[in-house]
């Protein structure tokens, strides 16, 4: 998969956090980047564009993070969520693996934790 071809949803209430996620991921040449600011938002985005990572905060208005997973992995059981959020209790962390998620990173997160993330994806799909 070229980083040019790549479509990436990010899902947060904080503008701030999205504007984080988005300057850790355009260095990668990736400018297909939808955003959300709440969990209902990223559902409706996901169905229009099906993304192929998205990026996801617990702690959303209108849809948990936990609702928001479930119902993008009834759209997509293969979808590649990466959950980014403060909450991050061991039960809510195994939760999110238990409804689909693929990685769990805790907020605040390291620009390198992203570029991590996205280099094993782009480099994985080759």
Known sequence: ?????????????????????????????ISRILDAADGQEAVELYKEHVPDIVFLSLLMPEKDGATTISEIMEINPNADIIVVSSMGTQSQIKQTFQ?????????????QQITDILRSRLEGSV
């Not at 071809?5 to 990668?28: E, W, Y």
């Open 1 to 29: 998969m070229r980083a040019e071809d790549v479509t990436i949803l990010i899902g947060d209430n904080s503008v701030l956090a999205r504007k984080q996620l988005k300057d850790a991921i355009v260095p990668f040449g």
């Open 99 to 111: 409804l689909g998620a693929k990685e769990f990173i805790q907020k605040p997160f390291h620009s």
